[in-house]
């Protein structure tokens, strides 16, 4: 039990384009998703918290505008990075809790994003 | 601000050996510690799940502790095989809307 897909598992994109990422739990009923970050070689950072039906929350520093999230069912949660550029190239993890307990967090197999 | 510290950041031991990965935190305010597994370019695999109330947790050949007054944490990994080689990362959680903050990680290596 407590499987998270996401897909694509790695996607190319042009500079200004649009993406969108799909974080899926697959056997439980995911109360909260949380969206992260990883640059090559550093840490996980958290990007913001979603919980079903209602607004995201941003960490500070992450623009809402330009990452969108929308966590429309208790077992999907999309992330839309719009009009990306190099800089936003990265691994974004995706995680989700309300599996038996809400403390813990099971993660998706994380989308690598390179944006040419 | 929490902040989580690992040391070493990366780590090379011959196969067989026992070793001993470290993780400091300045917050002691804290509601429960984990260990992860990241193998390059995949996502998270949870090792051990401490409470702040435990001293530590133990699965197979995996031993972490906790000293929350201290801000410390240790993954000891016994008989050390090729496949533990990865990335370790230990994060802990406020208890507060579950907001994990991740420690820089140990890159491990275990060699032949």
């Known amino acids: 039990g407590a499987v998270v897909s996401q897909h694509p598992s790695r996607v190319i994109c042009k500079s200004g384009t649009s993406v969108k990422i799909e974080c899926r739990s697959l056997?439980?009923?995911?109360?909260?998703m949380f969206w992260y970050r990883q640059f090559p070689k550093q840490s996980l950072m958290l990007m913001a918290t979603s919980n079903e039906g209602s607004k995201a929350t941003y960490e500070q520093g992450v623009e809402k505008d330009k990452f969108l999230i929308n966590h429309a069912s208790l077992t999907l949660s999309t992330l839309t990075v719009t009009s990306a550029h190099p800089e936003d190239s990265s691994f974004y993890i995706c995680s989700a809790s309300g599996f038996q307990t809400v403390e813990t967090q099971y993660f998706g197999p994380g989308t690598r994003l390179l944006v040419l | 601000k929490q902040e989580v510290t690992q040391i070493p950041a990366a780590l090379s031991v011959p196969e067989g050996e026992n070793l001993v990965l470290n993780c400091s935190f300045t917050?002691?305010?804290?509601?429960?510690l984990q260990w992860f597994r990241q193998d390059p370019g995949k996502g998270l695999t949870s090792l051990l799940l401490?409470?702040?109330?435990?001293r530590e947790q133990t699965s197979g050949r995996l031993n972490a502790s906790l000293d929350k007054s201290s801000g410390r944490s240790t993954l000891y990994i016994a008989a050390s095989q090729p496949g533990d080689s990865a990335t370790y990362l230990c994060?802990?959680?406020?208890?507060?809307?579950?907001?994990?903050?991740f420690g820089t990680g140990t890159r491990l290596q275990v060699t032949l």
């Open positions: 994060a802990v959680d406020p208890g507060t809307a579950s907001k994990l903050t």
């Open positions: 401490i409470q702040s109330s435990q």
């Open positions: 917050d002691s305010a804290i509601y429960n």
């Open positions: 056997d439980f009923q995911a109360t909260t």
